[in-house]
């Protein structure tokens, strides 16, 4: 059997627009191996969000994938998984949102929409499935006696834990996470993220985990692909990223975020220039390049290609 559980080749997302289109997912191109939790990283509006709703079928109308595709086990599934009958999501792909109330029923118990999810995607009676819903609350830390509560009548952290939960229980192999822990505190935060990589461990499933948290990037991912404007700048092992980052906007995305090593609260954190730049305003050649230190007169009109996991003229010759 193959390690290789997701493969996508030269992506690329469109929005139509008045005056032409807006291109917020560019060319980008990875895989994703078995029992492998990878991260992806940048500012808002980088593209991470959006490859995750591409892969999963989720891309609000009128946005489609203009050209690419997208492989699940040895499968293509970029021209089935948009169909509202789709087998792959929630089945093969399962997703968990930042916000838990987006995906909790707030007038159904957490029972019955566990019930309801597995019935819809293993196809096995109520009473089985009301022990494999029993058995997967217990697998996330919920008492069971808590099956037919309401979601209002938990916490931010156990109802994330409870969609952890229906994101696991039709047995997906991928999982995508987008900034599941954003709205919790750290505590609560590093429990969650504990409880996917056990379970991820445990099941063999992948974790595509979409977060703004260079932290929790450290703490809970193998591998780490860094977007800006929509195309990928960096990707690689995360201990040789973090460590070793090449990509000029790896840096500072590193060095802007706070140690608590150093011990001095007077330590000025460094700041990337500028601002991510609107779609509809995207600079010619590397996207980068107006906000960055190293530039020179090739990345203001020719855009760098991924070469050894760097996408930057710096590297590109390596």
């Known amino acids: 059997m193959s390690d290789l559980i997701l493969s996508v080749r030269n992506l690329r997302v469109v929005f139509p627009h008045r005056h032409g289109e807006l291109v917020p997912i560019d060319d980008i191109s990875f895989d ?12 808002s509006g980088a593209g991470k969000s959006m490859t995750g709703a591409a892969i999963i079928g989720l891309i ?7 050209r690419g595709e997208i492989w699940l086990g040895g499968e293509r599934i970029d021209q089935q998984v948009s169909d509202p009958a789709s087998r792959i999501r929630g089945k093969r792909i399962s997703m968990v949102f930042q916000d838990p109330l987006t995906s909790l029923n707030p007038l159904r118990t ?19 499935a009301r022990r494999k819903a029993i058995a997967g609350l217990e697998e996330v830390g919920i008492d069971p006696g808590r099956f ?10 156990m109802r994330q834990r ?12 991928l999982i995508i996470a987008d900034e599941p822990t954003t709205a919790l505190d750290v505590s609560v935060q590093a429990q969650v993220l504990e409880l996917l990589k056990r ?6 499933a992948s ?15 193998d591998r780490v692909a860094v977007l800006y404007a929509g195309r990928l700048a960096e990707i690689g092992p995360t201990a040789t990223l973090l460590t070793q980052p090449k990509h000029p906007y790896t840096r500072g995305l590193i060095a802007s975020t706070p140690s608590v090593e150093t ?4 330590t000025k954190l460094f700041q990337i220039p500028g601002v991510m730049p609107r779609l509809d305003a995207l600079p010619a050649g590397c996207r980068f390049h107006p906000r960055c230190e190293h530039v020179v007169a090739r990345c203001k009109h020719e855009q760098p290609q991924l070469s050894a996991g760097t996408a930057c003229f710096l590297y590109g010759d390596e």
């Open 60 to 66: 609000d109308p009128p946005g489609y994938i203009d």
């Open 148 to 157: 037919g509560a309401y979601p209002h009548e938990f916490s931010g952290g």
């Open 110 to 128: 957490i029972g019955d929409q566990l019930v309801e999810t597995i019935q819809t995607h293993l196809m096995i009676g109520g009473d089985q």
């Open 199 to 204: 379970l991820c461990q445990e099941r063999g």
């Open 32 to 43: 994703i191996q078995r029992g492998e939790i990878i991260g992806f990283v940048g500012e």
């Open 263 to 266: 011990g001095d609260i007077n």
């Open 162 to 173: 409870v969609v952890i939960a229906l994101a696991l229980c039709a047995e997906p192999e």
């Open 207 to 221: 974790v595509m985990l979409i977060t703004h948290d260079m932290g929790v990037i450290a703490e809970t991912t």
